[in-house]
């Protein structure tokens, strides 16, 4: 089983930057598949990102070229930066580890883009 723990959210002005970061626990994370997604209020949890155990990266076309998923499987981490952020990327931010059949979130990190 694998604990995942998001950080890096908080308050930023629109075109700023954050670059958020989501550690797993336990072992074997270079095995998994990772995702990034988030969730706005009244909203459905839309995907975000997502990059491989063998490393290649999908963007949802809502953040293409502003968003850049990489993971450092020495870390066991995986990060989402984030780039030319406007208000409407507002939401939390869910990190999901699929391995298999099974998938792991974790609780999420707060993301405010706002003047």
């Known amino acids: 089983q694998v604990q995942l723990v998001e950080s890096g959210g908080g308050l930023v002005q629109p075109g700023g930057s954050l670059r958020l970061s989501c550690a797993a626990s336990g072992s074997m994370f270079s095995n998994y598949d990772m995702g990034w997604y988030r969730q706005a209020p009244g909203k459905q949890r839309e995907w975000v990102a997502s990059i491989t155990s063998g490393g290649s990266k999908y963007y949802a076309d809502s953040v293409k070229g502003r968003c850049t998923i990489s993971r450092d499987n020495t870390k066991n981490t995986v990060y989402l930066q984030m780039n030319s952020l406007k208000p409407e990327d507002t939401a939390v931010y869910l990190c999901?580890?699929?391995?298999?059949?099974?998938?792991?979130w974790g609780q999420g990190t707060q993301v405010t883009v706002s003047s």
């Open positions: 999901k580890g699929s391995f298999g059949p099974l998938d792991y």
